[in-house]
């Protein structure tokens, strides 16, 4: 189902096309994902489970999970939420590993026929982090490619139609839709943004390898800024692969980039800011919010946010959770059940929702597969999200010249993703062609911004997490 | 533990009212915001400064009612979607509340709607009497909802009919 109106979207919707799907016609348009098509058109089930054969649908909606391959045009394993549809597509479920008609021999890519990309400054994601490290790289002199993985530029951004916090300084007050905007218009001529292009691996020091057109490409960078954000986590639960339970990401995406109804009715599992966020935006797009469950006594989203959902008749279940979903082939409803003081589940409470969405807002953790690779000294902090990068106090982590920021350097938001965005992009940029009184200042000003920032209660956990990341580095 | 922690909305002791002197010189601004939270466009959207944040961009925000002249700038320029119109000075028995509405389709000028307090509780009709929305506003029109005035400080959304 696609939205025709929305109270702060407009859906500039591409030429008509059609792509069959198992052999059936989807009608869709022009600049739709795959995986968002198909959902528009009822269909649900991308692929099966190995093992079982339980059918699976998409989960995360930025080609983090995998729950979405499918065999396009013949190649299996396509992320179909990072593939736009085109016309004459052949969309196949998948069923098994999957299997390659024309093997690609070990001659299909010569590696000394391997394109090589050069630049000062090498920029892994163009989210906020990414998108400020290249404007502030860029305005001291330095040569930038940015790499993004997804067709289009901002990250989690594009899909944020609130207006955000923080200050003024910051873009607060502003869309986040409309803050990828503003950060792209501030980008300077020696950056380059090349999108559809995943960074697949870290080798040599200072080399990546990137796929562009299908080809794989070197980069050979003197500072490379990793800002490749986070995934949702999942949550342990009876049939929690069931078509139908989706991560708040995912269900933005849907809704908000491409305007298509991620279901009916939905029940929103965690009380934090996302999940309260986005029960509220899909309101706004005419999904009916069942209710918000929350394990914790307290709810954690702002009281603005959890206030605005409530006037409009959304409960917000405080120590409740979960227990099962069920449905045949996908979601029909959810049982929940309330907890008591030791998080135990009090047999008798349990009640049946109706519900053909399931979203989960249970946390993120940042994507840190390339450090893992690169080597660097990683640390597990609960308060950052998980396993991260050791990093000094300018985001520069223990492998010289490779730099981390936003929400893969610790969960936070947007603001202080930007922030060390900017950090990592001036130091870099020092590095490589000198420092000056207006850097310093920057910098400096940059850090306190920083630390004003993180001063409130809710800055209290990731004040923790440093502390504890800063005792992790003086280790090294 | 204050209730709002686990219920989400505040209670009308959790919120700064204006007297009932301020409220009989015409409209006011009410903000029910009342979090530590890093925020603060709601300083910066008041062009008579009615509205401060003291220190740290984490304390919450004091307004000055008598600076303030009701002119509802401030209430589309929340992001946190948490300040309120009030004008006791509407009718003899009722007042407005303006509020932030993103939602579709708006409601017309005199539709009668069913209102709702903080909690999302059924509390009466009222009537639409306008629906602010200028392209400065940036996609949060502001409806003027008529109430009976004892309502004022209690309604805080509404309900259409027709849906
Ligand atoms: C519902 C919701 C509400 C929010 N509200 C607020 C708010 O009010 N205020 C606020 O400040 N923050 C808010 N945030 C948080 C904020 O959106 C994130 O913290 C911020 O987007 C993090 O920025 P980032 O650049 O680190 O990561 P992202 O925005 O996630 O960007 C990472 C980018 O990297 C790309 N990428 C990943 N891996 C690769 C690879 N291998 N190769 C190439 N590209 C890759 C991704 O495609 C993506 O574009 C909210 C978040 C959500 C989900
Ligand atoms: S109503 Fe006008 S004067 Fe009063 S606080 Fe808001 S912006 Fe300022
Ligand atoms: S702008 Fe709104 S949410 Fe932000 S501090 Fe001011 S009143 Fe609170
Ligand atoms: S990778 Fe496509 S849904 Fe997660």
């Given at each position: 189902m696609r939205l025709?109106?929305?109270?702060?979207?407009?859906?500039?919707r591409?030429?008509p096309i059609t792509f069959t799907f198992d052999g059936k016609p989807v009608n869709a348009n022009e600049g739709e994902s795959i995986a968002a098509a198909l959902h528009a058109a009822g269909y649900k089930t991308l692929?099966?489970?190995?093992?079982?054969?339980?059918?699976?649908g998409f989960?995360?909606?930025?080609?983090?999970?995998?729950?979405c391959?499918m065999?396009?045009?013949?190649?299996?394993?396509?992320?179909t939420c990072?593939?736009l549809a085109e016309e004459?597509m052949d969309v196949r479920t998948?069923?098994?590993?999957?299997?390659?008609?024309?093997?690609?021999?070990?001659?299909?890519?010569?590696?000394?026929?391997?394109?090589?990309?050069?630049?000062?400054?090498?920029?892994?994601?163009?989210?906020?982090?990414?998108?400020?490290?290249?404007?502030?790289?860029?305005?001291?002199?330095?040569?930038?490619?940015?790499?993004?993985?997804?067709?289009?530029?901002?990250?989690?951004?594009?899909?944020?139609?609130?207006?955000?916090?923080?200050?003024?300084?910051?873009?607060?007050?502003?869309?986040?839709?409309?803050?990828?905007?503003?950060?792209?218009?501030?980008?300077?001529?020696?950056?380059?943004?090349?999108?559809?292009?995943?960074?697949?691996?870290?080798?040599?020091?200072?080399?990546?390898?990137?796929?562009?057109?299908?080809?794989?490409?070197?980069?050979?960078?003197?500072?490379?800024?990793?800002?490749?954000?986070?995934?949702?986590?999942?949550?342990?639960?009876?049939?929690?692969?069931?078509p139908g339970?989706?991560?708040?990401?995912?269900?933005?995406?849907l809704?908000?980039?491409y305007g298509v109804l991620p279901g009916?009715?939905?029940?929103?599992?965690?009380?934090?800011?996302?999940?309260?966020?986005?029960?509220?935006?899909?309101?706004?797009?005419?999904?009916?919010?069942?209710?918000?469950?929350?394990?914790?006594?307290?709810?954690?989203?702002?009281?603005?946010?959890?206030?605005?959902?409530?006037?409009?008749?959304?409960?917000?279940?405080?120590?409740?959770?979960?227990?099962?979903?069920?449905?045949?082939?996908q979601?029909?409803?959810?049982?929940?059940?309330?907890?008591?003081?030791?998080?135990?589940?009090?047999?008798?409470?349990?009640?049946?929702?109706?519900?053909d969405?399931?979203?989960?807002?249970?946390?993120?953790?940042?994507?840190?597969?390339?450090?893992?690779?690169?080597?660097?000294?990683?640390?597990?902090?609960?308060?950052?999200?998980?396993?991260?990068?050791?990093?000094?106090?300018?985001?520069?982590?223990?492998?010289?010249?490779?730099?981390?920021?936003?929400?893969?350097?610790?969960?936070?938001?947007?603001?202080?993703?930007?922030?060390?965005?900017?950090?990592?992009?001036?130091?870099?940029?020092?590095?490589?062609?000198?420092?000056?009184?207006?850097?310093?200042?920057?910098?400096?000003?940059?850090?306190?911004?920083?630390?004003?920032?993180?001063?409130?209660?809710?800055?209290?956990?990731?004040?923790?997490?440093?502390?504890?990341?800063?005792?992790?580095?003086?280790?090294? | 533990?204050?209730?709002?922690?686990?219920?989400?909305?505040?209670?009308?002791?959790?919120?700064?009212?204006?007297?009932?002197?301020?409220?009989?010189?015409?409209?006011?601004?009410?903000?029910?915001?009342?979090?530590?939270?890093?925020?603060?466009?709601?300083?910066?959207?008041?062009?008579?400064?009615?509205?401060?944040?003291?220190?740290?961009?984490?304390?919450?925000?004091?307004?000055?009612?008598?600076?303030?002249?009701?002119?509802?700038?401030?209430?589309?320029?929340?992001?946190?979607?948490?300040?309120?119109?009030?004008?006791?000075?509407?009718?003899?028995?009722?007042?407005?509340?303006?509020?932030?509405?993103?939602?579709?389709?708006?409601?017309?000028?005199?539709?009668?709607?069913?209102?709702?307090?903080?909690?999302?509780?059924?509390?009466?009709?009222?009537?639409?009497?306008?629906?602010?929305?200028?392209?400065?506003?940036?996609?949060?029109?502001?409806?003027?909802?008529?109430?009976?005035?004892?309502?004022?400080?209690?309604?805080?959304?509404?309900?259409?009919?027709?849906?």
């Amino acid at each position: 189902m696609r939205l025709d109106q929305h109270p702060i979207l407009s859906f500039d919707r591409g030429k008509p096309i059609t792509f069959t799907f198992d052999g059936k016609p989807v009608n869709a348009n022009e600049g739709e994902s795959i995986a968002a098509a198909l959902h528009a058109a009822g269909y649900k089930t991308l692929s099966h489970s190995l093992k079982l054969g339980r059918p699976r649908g998409f989960f995360c909606a930025i080609g983090k999970c995998s729950s979405c391959m499918m065999q396009v045009n013949g190649i299996p394993n396509v992320k179909t939420c990072m593939v736009l549809a085109e016309e004459g597509m052949d969309v196949r479920t998948q069923h098994g590993w999957g299997e390659l008609k024309n093997k690609p021999s070990s001659r299909t890519y010569p590696r000394r026929e391997m394109p090589l990309l050069e630049t000062d400054v090498a920029v892994v994601g163009a989210g906020p982090a990414g998108l400020s490290a290249a404007i502030y790289a860029s305005k001291f002199g330095a040569k930038v490619l940015v790499f993004e993985e997804n067709t289009k530029v901002g990250g989690q951004l594009i899909k944020q139609t609130h207006m955000f916090f923080g200050s003024r300084d910051h873009h607060a007050g502003v869309r986040g839709i409309d803050i990828g905007d503003k950060l792209i218009s501030q980008l300077g001529d020696n950056v380059e943004i090349m999108t559809e292009t995943p960074v697949v691996g870290y080798y040599a020091p200072g080399e990546l390898a990137v796929i562009r057109d299908h080809r794989l490409h070197r980069v050979r960078a003197k500072k490379i800024i990793v800002a490749t954000g986070a995934s949702e986590n999942m949550l342990a639960l009876p049939n929690n692969d069931l078509p139908g339970v989706y991560g708040a990401g995912a269900v933005q995406t849907l809704m908000n980039v491409y305007g298509v109804l991620p279901g009916k009715r939905m029940l929103m599992v965690g009380a934090g800011n996302i999940g309260v966020i986005v029960a509220y935006q899909a309101l706004q797009a005419g999904v009916d919010v069942a209710a918000v469950v929350e394990a914790l006594p307290v709810i954690g989203a702002y009281q603005v946010h959890a206030s605005k959902l409530r006037r409009c008749g959304v409960p917000i279940l405080t120590r409740h959770t979960i227990q099962t979903t069920w449905g045949d082939g996908q979601v029909e409803g959810a049982t929940i059940v309330r907890l008591d003081d030791n998080w135990r589940q009090i047999p008798g409470t349990e009640q049946d929702i109706a519900c053909d969405t399931i979203c989960l807002s249970v946390g993120l953790k940042p994507t840190v597969e390339i450090f893992f690779q690169a080597g660097c000294s990683m640390a597990k902090i609960p308060e950052l999200g998980g396993d991260i990068p050791i990093r000094n106090e300018f985001m520069e982590t223990s492998v010289e010249g490779l730099y981390v920021a936003g929400d893969a350097s610790s969960i936070e938001e947007a603001s202080s993703a930007m922030l060390e965005g900017r950090l990592a992009g001036l130091d870099a940029v020092e590095k490589l062609k000198g420092s000056s009184d207006e850097l310093q200042e920057l910098k400096n000003h940059v850090k306190e911004s920083l630390d004003e920032l993180r001063a409130g209660p809710f800055g209290e956990k990731i004040r923790q997490g440093e502390k504890k990341l800063q005792e992790e580095a003086s280790r090294l | 533990m204050s209730s709002y922690l686990n219920q989400g909305y505040l209670d009308i002791e959790d919120i700064t009212v204006p007297t009932e002197e301020r409220f009989a010189k015409g409209a006011v601004a009410v903000i029910e915001c009342v979090q530590n939270i890093p925020c603060n466009p709601c300083t910066d959207a008041c062009p008579r400064k009615a509205i401060t944040i003291e220190g740290s961009i984490n304390n919450i925000p004091n307004i000055d009612f008598d600076l303030c002249n009701g002119c509802g700038i401030c209430v589309a320029q929340c992001p946190g979607l948490a300040i309120f119109l009030i004008d006791k000075t509407f009718g003899e028995e009722t007042a407005t509340i303006g509020m932030p509405y993103e939602f579709l389709p708006l409601p017309e000028k005199g539709e009668e709607v069913t209102l709702l307090d903080r909690a999302g509780n059924e509390c009466g009709r009222g009537r639409v009497t306008n629906v602010r929305n200028t392209k400065a506003m940036d996609r949060t029109p502001v409806v003027f909802l008529e109430v009976d005035k004892d309502a004022a400080m209690r309604v805080r959304f509404f309900r259409r009919d027709s849906k």
